[in-house]
């Protein structure tokens, strides 16, 4: 157990709706990092927060939408889904900004339908 | 912009056999370099880390790596498989940026499965 806790474990939704991924951090991290796991794409980094600000953003659609809330817990929002939205969803987490080992959490399957 | 690259897709191995897996990087610096593994439903589960010093690094589980510059290599290393080590395994870079507020960005390779044959 990593200590980073992720809900739901597994979301099923249709085309065009709108779902919220949440992330709790391990105690003491600052940082909070999603990413997502496709078959064709491999696991690809979507966003850093660090202690309630964005730091870096990779391949994230303009669809999708981050935040990390001041008890240091972040919210993934992705909207107008899409059949190749389907995939796992990972959030991740480390003690500061840079340098450290990431820590991540069990995940949750999006399945678009 | 760093890379990773892992060659090898899938591996079979037998139980007790050793272990290589391959891994390559590309980046500018002197990189952090990752492994980890993910059995199957689960989340990534660090192995190992090398940050600086001493090249060859141990992990958890009897896995080492080693880190060579000059081949731009971090290969995954275990003495003796055994069949709960049946899993993916992917190497990463860590790479960070320091222009505005900073950031630090981890970058996979694709992944190699490995298979235990018992």
């Known amino acids: 157990d990593s200590g980073v806790t992720q809900t739901p474990k597994h979301l099923i939704t249709a085309t065009g709706q709108r779902v919220t991924l949440r992330c709790s951090p391990r105690?003491?991290?600052?940082?909070v990092y999603w990413y997502q796991q496709s078959l064709d794409q491999g696991l690809q980094f979507l966003i850093q927060?660090?202690?309630?600000?964005?730091?870096a953003k990779g391949n994230i659609l303009e669809r999708f939408s981050a935040q990390q809330f001041p008890d240091l817990h972040s919210e993934l929002n992705l909207s107008s889904l899409e059949l190749g939205d389907s995939a796992l969803y990972f959030c991740?987490?480390?003690?500061?900004?840079?340098?450290?080992?990431?820590?991540f959490g069990p995940g949750t399957r999006l399945t678009v339908t | 912009a760093q890379s990773v690259t892992q060659p090898d897709i899938h591996i079979t191995v037998s139980e007790g056999a050793s272990l290589e897996l391959r891994c390559n990087y590309s980046?500018?610096?002197?990189?952090?370099l990752f492994w980890y593994v993910q059995s199957p439903g689960q989340g990534l589960q660090l192995l190992l880390k090398?940050?600086?010093?001493?090249?060859l690094v141990q992990g958890i589980k009897g896995f080492e790596a080693e880190f060579k510059r000059s081949q731009s290599s971090f290969n995954l290393r275990k003495p003796s498989v055994h069949w709960s080590d049946a899993a993916e395994y992917f190497c990463?870079?860590?790479?960070?940026?320091?222009?505005?507020?900073?950031?630090?960005?981890?970058?996979f390779g694709k992944g190699t499965k490995l298979s235990v044959i018992p």
């Open positions: 090398y940050f600086s010093g001493d090249t």
């Open positions: 980046y500018g610096a002197t990189p952090y």
């Open positions: 927060y660090y202690n309630g600000e964005e730091r």
């Open positions: 991740a987490s480390s003690v500061g900004t840079a340098n450290y080992e990431q820590y």
């Open positions: 990463a870079v860590g790479a960070v940026e320091y222009s505005g507020a900073g950031s630090y960005q981890l970058t």
């Open positions: 105690s003491g991290d600052l940082s």
